[in-house]
Each structure stands twice: as C-alpha cells, then as structure tokens.
C-alpha cells in the first residue's frame, strides 16, 4: 500500500489477466504480500467482465492470452473506461511496446520482470489515478451524502450509490472541494 493509501485507508485494486500458471501465483501473492487487494483472470474473453465488476485503480495485462488478446481486451477497456492499463508481457521489441502504448496501455513491463519495479509501477499508476498529492480524508460527509474512500462507496440519504470507478473518483473530488 502507498503511504497516501494507507493514511486514507485504502487498498489498491488490481484486476490481473495472465495466463501463466506460475508466473500469476508468484505475482499475486507478491501484490498481495504487500497490502494489494488482487483478482486474476486467467482468459482474454472474460477479463472485461471482471474489470467492469471489481472496478479496480490499475490492471495488469499480458499481450498473449487464450479467448481474446491483450491488446483487443486494452481497446474494449479504453472503450468503456478510463483505468489505468500496464501491459505485462514477453513480448520486448520496440513495435511491440509502441503497438500497446498506442493501443491504450498507461505503462509497458516486459517478462521477465523484478516483482519490486512491478509493485513500484501498480503504486505509481495508482497514485497518479487518484491524483494524490497527500493523504485524503477516508470519509467525507456533505449533507445527506456520504464518501468513504476506505470501502470505495458512496450513500445518498443513506441508500447506496451504484457508481464507476471514474464517477466516484470524481464524487469524491467534487465532495473534498465542497462548501
């Protein structure tokens, strides 16, 4: 967790789509060992799903992927929402890097990769998402409305607001600038 996020009491959330076996156990539980909240996809076809129902601050997503392809699965994303996208990826060479940046992609990690420069990017894409310059307040109270960035939801007059990731990003900007 980013010292911003821990203060404010929250989690990043990571939607992780690869294939590998191996290498996603390893990932997750290194993400997870360091207070990220992690959901792995393992197919292209399903991964949008999961983004659209998880809602998270970053994906991670390799280019090679069984059911639909990383960069089809990244332009369906950038279609419908606004997340910051890191492809992870055995594919190194320069059109491939370009080919994914132009295509969507926020960052572009080659494999292998140090789990550490992996971590630092999640936290760098998270933190410019959330547009951090310093610690929030986790709950934020303006009349009937309620903001607790801590669960990532929102009440009115008590009854709970079904919200995108970007709606309530913006919510919650617009409740600390109240008054």
Same mark, same amino acid.
């Given at each position: 967790m980013t010292s911003? =996020? =821990? @203060? =404010?009491?929250? +989690?990043?959330? *990571?939607?992780?789509? @690869?294939?590998?076996?191996?290498? =996603?156990?390893? +990932?997750?539980?290194? #993400?997870? !060992?360091?207070? #990220?909240?992690? +959901? #792995?996809? +393992?197919?292209g076809d399903q991964a949008l799903g999961e983004v659209l129902r998880v809602h998270p601050d970053v994906v991670l997503l390799d280019v090679m992927l069984p059911g639909l392809s990383g960069l089809e699965v990244c332009r369906q994303l950038r279609e419908r929402l606004d997340v910051p996208i890191v492809m992870v990826t055995a594919r190194g060479e320069e059109a491939d890097r370009v080919m994914g940046l132009e295509g969507g992609a926020d960052d572009y990690i080659v494999k292998p990769f140090s789990s550490r420069e992996l971590l630092a990017r999640v936290r760098s894409q998270a933190r410019r998402r959330r547009g951090q310059a310093g610690p929030r307040a986790a709950r934020l109270e303006v009349g009937? #409305?309620? *903001?607790? !960035?801590?669960a990532r939801s929102a009440t009115l007059d008590g009854k709970p607001l079904a919200l995108t990731t970007h709606e309530f990003n913006l919510l919650r900007v617009l409740a600390e600038r109240s008054g």
């Open positions: 911003e =996020a =821990a @203060e =404010a009491g929250e +989690t990043i959330r *990571v939607v992780y789509v @690869e294939d590998d076996e191996r290498l =996603a156990r390893l +990932t997750v539980q290194y #993400l997870r !060992s360091h207070g #990220l909240d992690v +959901t #792995l996809v +393992t197919r009937p #409305l309620v *903001v607790d !960035s801590g």
